[in-house]
């Protein structure tokens, strides 16, 4: 499979390290399916030309994902400050609200179209404003998307109609929600629906047929990235070999993976905190 991940990218700032890591939903997608496909990801967003840039820059470089199409822009990278729970779950504290990228917002053009249609899936997620794009997009090449916790009714209707798979974070849904939001979204035309949910692991439906898959237990250092590594687990079994099953086990095994080391995919970086722009 051949992914390309549009949007969203950050550095996570883990305050008591002192290190950046990089990150962003989008782009660990489109890091992690590289690592388990055997054909090239690619990635496209905007890039700020702080020091957090270049870590991003230089960390996909070094995983030999497609940067051809990456944008860069003066200004700040997008930013989050993490702490850790004693459990290793990760609590967001702070932003810079997603620096230069979430100011501009990505622009296609027709040679972007072109390059698009090179690819087998399209991933992309809540934080990327790429809704307006949406619409056209589908009509090319199907489109996976991570809502994070976004249930709201008229985003629902703005986006699910035109995407093939969704994905939620849901760890504070019970299971009548969970039904509830799965039918909500088949109705409105996605055909394939996962709810993550923590440690009570995922469920997902393919037009109405329910599959759950328990979380594959580990010694936890870290959880966050943990959901974009089960959507990246998942797609790259599922896109070839639609097998709901072992996909599952995929996305949890790759996800259990993740927990084992900080940062959704490594790469931390010492990063002075009196650099760190972010705000609440």
């Known amino acids: 499979m051949k992914l390309l991940a549009i949007g969203d990218n950050v550095v996570d700032y883990y305050k008591d390290q002192g290190k950046i890591y990089p990150g962003g939903n989008a782009l660990n997608v489109a890091v992690l399916c590289n690592r388990l496909n055997h054909e090239q990801s690619s990635y496209m967003g905007i890039v700020g030309n702080d020091e957090a840039a270049i870590h ?6 070094q995983e030999k994902v497609d940067i051809s199409r990456m944008r860069q822009a003066v200004g700040e990278n997008g930013m989050a400050v993490v702490t850790l729970d004693k459990e290793g779950d990760r609590i967001f504290v702070g932003s810079n609200k997603g620096g ?7 622009v296609l053009d027709e ?10 899936l399209l991933h992309t997620s809540v934080y990327s404003r790429l809704e307006h794009h949406l619409s056209k997009l589908s009509r090319v090449i199907d489109i996976a998307f991570d809502f994070s916790t976004n249930q709201e009714e008229t985003y629902l209707q703005q986006v699910c109609p035109h995407i093939s798979y ?8 019970t299971k009548p929600e969970c039904t509830e939001l ?8 996605t055909k394939v629906v996962c709810i993550t949910r923590g440690g009570e692991g ?10 759950k898959q328990p979380i594959i237990p580990t010694s936890v250092v870290d959880t966050l990235g943990a959901g974009d590594s089960f959507i990246a687990g998942f797609l790259s079994s599922y896109v070839q070999e639609k097998d709901v099953k072992r996909a599952l086990h995929m996305g949890a095994a790759v996800a259990s993976q993740t927990c084992q080391y900080y940062g959704a995919f490594g790469y931390g970086k010492d990063y002075a905190s009196d650099s760190a722009i972010v705000r609440s």
Not at 166 to 173: I, M, N, P, R
Not at 182 to 189: D, E, F, R, T
């Open 182 to 189: 799965i039918q909500k979204v088949h109705s409105l035309g």
């Open 100 to 106: 230069v990228q979430s100011r501009m917002g990505i």
């Open 111 to 120: 040679q972007d179209f072109d390059y698009i249609r090179q690819h087998d």
């Open 202 to 211: 995922a469920i997902l439906s393919i037009e109405n047929e329910i599959y």
């Open 166 to 173: 969704a994905f939620f974070s849901g760890s504070v849904l």
């Open 56 to 61: 991003v820059l230089e960390s996909l470089r």
